[in-house]
């Protein structure tokens, strides 16, 4: 599996399960609708007043899983942040590409647009025998620049 190949995995899943910290430390959890640009940045949305957003605004280090149908699923650890300026146009059009209904979340006062950047990657496909798993950095795909 190349580098495009698992853009086009992620791509291919519109959704994630999302995993923070919360403010005691415990794990929380949530499913999330995730877009993938090119540089394999994972873009979300989400309400200011949802856990994860406080969750994020004190502490970016955030886990996906993306897919489990088809037995091939993608783990991700990344570093998150909300983009401004000329990038969150650039992201909130990615995301919106993928989900036409965030449109009418985008004029909520209180949304807001999160982007992760992966730093280490985790591709299994349980169809082969024995299980294909490939690692990657941020380093090896080179996904941070």
Do not use: C
Not at 106 to 128: E, G, K, M, N, Q
Not at 134 to 140: D, G, L, N, Y
């Amino acid at each position: 599996m190349t580098p495009a190949d698992l853009r086009a995995f992620l791509r291919a899943q519109p959704w994630a399960v999302e995993a923070t910290a919360g403010p005691n430390g415990a794990p929380q959890a949530a499913v999330i609708g995730v877009a993938v640009t090119d540089a394999l940045e994972l873009v979300f949305d989400t309400l200011v007043s949802s856990r994860k957003h406080a969750n994020l605004l004190k502490n970016p280090r955030v886990a996906l899983v993306v897919g489990w149908d088809d037995a091939r699923t993608a783990q991700i650890e990344g570093l998150a942040d909300i983009p401004t300026g000329a990038e969150l146009e650039r992201l909130r059009e990615v995301y919106l590409a993928r989900f036409a209904d965030g449109r009418e979340r985008a004029t909520l006062p209180t949304i807001a647009y999160w982007r992760v950047r992966p730093t280490w990657i985790r591709f299994s496909d349980f169809r082969a025998d024995p299980p294909v798993i490939i690692e990657w950095s941020a380093t090896e795909l080179a996904i941070n620049e």
